[in-house]
């Protein structure tokens, strides 16, 4: 393992509590694994990021780049099209189901032009006042300036920066500890009839769009609605005139299983953001897609100011396709949903063993587990335990590296969770072994928390 040095690096600090803990040095990546300077290995339970969908170290990828570099590397989309744009953006259309797509280096790029297309929109149509965002705590939507104040993660807008546009936030729902107490069966959706109660308030008048992750990524492990609430949504973004914004940066493209989060619910987004899968972690890429709703409107403007230096360049191009073109020549999509509902039923059945272990959900590969105190009363943990910073330390110290989910799940305040999102091939053998050290790390954080 490596040791703590100074670095000269602003360091992202966000997921463990102190500035003192270990970083790993990774110097190499075969599928699953990682080594670091001194040769040690470990399972990368989720995907860098969650965006090396591909695992690690692949020729093919590594044969594209370079034949893309030596091709063109670069040209401006301001005064060319590549036919290489028009090919990857039909092929994401067929991927995804949406119509047309704007491509970014990023997640952040991405979530920042869906809203402001969405507020054009509505400016478009003769209605300028429409132009907030509406929406939700714990999420993430990125960490530029809008995106950050979008966001709903406290931890994560930890300086005024992030609270310095706010346009409003509703409760998510986070059933596991329901924002109004009430149990699955007596569900009423209150949580998203918050968003009719927040509308009358502000007046619609005001808000151009409701932005979402359909199932939550780093903040909330993986939090997935009650059937029905999305229609609910749907119900009244229709009622008030709101567009629905998905950002599917890290749930979509075939993470949870499907081409985007979303379509688990049978419900389609006006505007959708997506990013990190997009490329299997191995050039920079997003894109934001839009309905063919959104794009009859700007076919009739007849223009739309857009433009980022390294928007759709060749080379990410070049990623994008051959990623989905990997993905659909290895089945991933079917790997993803066997081997993650695997993982998922046998994090279930670990709960047996581990006090620690509490809600376990997901879809596909997207799966989160929240650390309690006790799983029966659902009660969690106290800060001062710092449970999370001590299983990702077990994380370490027992070869794998884990994704800490900062959201606190339970109003913002307290609740720790883990998130799984492992590489879309990963075999049965790498997922008992990623449960066999799971297990091991449960035992030895379980051995450090006072219960
Ligand atoms: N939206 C979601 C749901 C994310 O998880 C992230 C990144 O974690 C972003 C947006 C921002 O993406 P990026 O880090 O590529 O800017």
Same mark, same amino acid.
Not at 405 to 432: N, W
């Given at each position: 393992m490596s040791t703590p040095k100074k670095a000269h690096?602003?360091?992202?600090?966000i997921f463990l509590s102190d500035w003192n803990n270990v970083n790993l040095s990774l110097v190499k990546g075969e599928g699953i694994?990682?080594?670091?300077?001194? !040769? $040690?290995?470990?399972?990368?339970? @989720?995907? /860098?990021?969650?965006? &090396?969908?591909?695992?690690?170290?692949?020729?093919?990828?590594?044969?594209?780049?370079?034949?893309q570099a030596m091709e063109l590397g670069y040209l401006t989309r301001f005064t060319s099209v590549p036919p290489i744009l028009d090919e990857c953006s039909n092929m994401l259309s067929e991927y995804t189901g949406m119509e047309r797509f704007f491509l970014t280096s990023g997640g952040s790029e991405a979530v920042e032009m869906a809203v402001r297309i969405a507020k054009g929109y509505w400016a478009h149509k003769g209605k300028p006042t429409k132009n907030k965002i509406?929406?939700?705590?714990?999420?993430?939507? !990125? $960490?530029?300036?809008?995106?950050? @104040?979008? /966001?709903?993660?406290? &931890?994560?807008?930890?300086?005024?920066?992030?609270?310095?546009?706010?346009?409003?936030?509703?409760?998510?729902p986070t059933c596991y500890h329901c924002p109004y107490g009430l149990t699955e069966d007596a569900c009423n959706f209150e949580c998203a009839n918050e968003l009719e109660d927040f509308l009358i308030n502000k007046g619609a008048?005001?808000?151009?769009?409701?932005?979402?992750?359909?199932?939550?990524?780093?903040?909330?492990?993986?939090m997935r609605p009650p059937k029905g609430y999305l229609k609910r949504i749907k119900e009244i973004c229709d009622k008030y005139e709101l567009l629905l914004l998905a950002d599917e940066v890290l749930a979509g493209f075939g993470r949870a299983g499907k081409p985007k989060s979303i379509d688990w619910y049978d419900i389609k987004p006006d505007i959708a953001a997506m990013?990190?899968?997009?490329?299997?972690?191995?050039?920079?890429?997003?894109?934001?897609?839009?309905?063919?709703r959104i794009d009859e409107l700007y076919k009739e403007v007849g223009h739309y100011y857009s433009g980022f230096t390294w928007a759709g360049n060749p080379m990410a191009c070049a990623v994008?396709?051959?990623?989905?073109?990997?993905?659909?020549?290895?089945?991933?999509?079917?790997?993803?949903?066997?081997?993650?509902?695997?993982?998922?039923?046998?994090?279930?059945?670990?709960?047996?063993?581990?006090?620690?272990?509490?809600?376990?959900?997901?879809e596909?590969?997207?799966?989160?587990?929240?650390?309690?105190?006790?799983?029966?009363?659902?009660?969690?943990?106290?800060?001062?335990?710092?449970?999370?910073?001590?299983?990702?330390?077990n994380g370490f110290a027992n070869g794998v590296i884990?994704?800490?989910?900062?959201?606190?799940?339970?109003?913002?305040?307290?609740?720790?969770?883990?998130?799984?999102?492992?590489?879309?091939?990963?075999?049965?053998?790498?997922?008992?072994?990623?449960?066999?050290r799971l297990d091991k790390i449960f035992y030895d954080t379980e051995a450090q928390i006072q219960f």
């Amino acid at each position: 393992m490596s040791t703590p040095k100074k670095a000269h690096e602003v360091h992202p600090h966000i997921f463990l509590s102190d500035w003192n803990n270990v970083n790993l040095s990774l110097v190499k990546g075969e599928g699953i694994y990682q080594y670091d300077v001194q !040769g $040690n290995k470990f399972i990368d339970s @989720c995907s /860098g990021a969650v965006n &090396a969908s591909l695992g690690y170290g692949r020729e093919d990828m590594a044969e594209v780049l370079k034949k893309q570099a030596m091709e063109l590397g670069y040209l401006t989309r301001f005064t060319s099209v590549p036919p290489i744009l028009d090919e990857c953006s039909n092929m994401l259309s067929e991927y995804t189901g949406m119509e047309r797509f704007f491509l970014t280096s990023g997640g952040s790029e991405a979530v920042e032009m869906a809203v402001r297309i969405a507020k054009g929109y509505w400016a478009h149509k003769g209605k300028p006042t429409k132009n907030k965002i509406v929406s939700r705590w714990l999420s993430y939507h !990125g $960490n530029t300036y809008a995106t950050a @104040c979008f /966001g709903g993660n406290l &931890a994560r807008k930890n300086d005024m920066s992030a609270y310095a546009m706010d346009e409003g936030h509703i409760n998510a729902p986070t059933c596991y500890h329901c924002p109004y107490g009430l149990t699955e069966d007596a569900c009423n959706f209150e949580c998203a009839n918050e968003l009719e109660d927040f509308l009358i308030n502000k007046g619609a008048t005001n808000y151009a769009a409701f932005l979402f992750e359909p199932i939550g990524g780093t903040t909330t492990a993986a939090m997935r609605p009650p059937k029905g609430y999305l229609k609910r949504i749907k119900e009244i973004c229709d009622k008030y005139e709101l567009l629905l914004l998905a950002d599917e940066v890290l749930a979509g493209f075939g993470r949870a299983g499907k081409p985007k989060s979303i379509d688990w619910y049978d419900i389609k987004p006006d505007i959708a953001a997506m990013a990190k899968c997009m490329s299997g972690g191995y050039f920079p890429v997003g894109a934001v897609a839009t309905s063919p709703r959104i794009d009859e409107l700007y076919k009739e403007v007849g223009h739309y100011y857009s433009g980022f230096t390294w928007a759709g360049n060749p080379m990410a191009c070049a990623v994008t396709i051959e990623t989905m073109k990997i993905m659909e020549k290895e089945n991933m999509m079917e790997n993803i949903n066997t081997q993650g509902e695997y993982l998922k039923q046998q994090l279930i059945d670990l709960r047996s063993k581990h006090q620690l272990l509490g809600d376990v959900r997901g879809e596909g590969l997207l799966i989160g587990f929240e650390l309690v105190k006790d799983h029966d009363t659902r009660t969690c943990l106290p800060n001062e335990e710092q449970a999370l910073g001590k299983f990702m330390r077990n994380g370490f110290a027992n070869g794998v590296i884990l994704e800490a989910a900062s959201g606190k799940m339970k109003r913002g305040v307290e609740g720790d969770a883990i998130l799984l999102a492992p590489y879309y091939g990963i075999t049965r053998e790498e997922t008992d072994e990623l449960l066999e050290r799971l297990d091991k790390i449960f035992y030895d954080t379980e051995a450090q928390i006072q219960f």
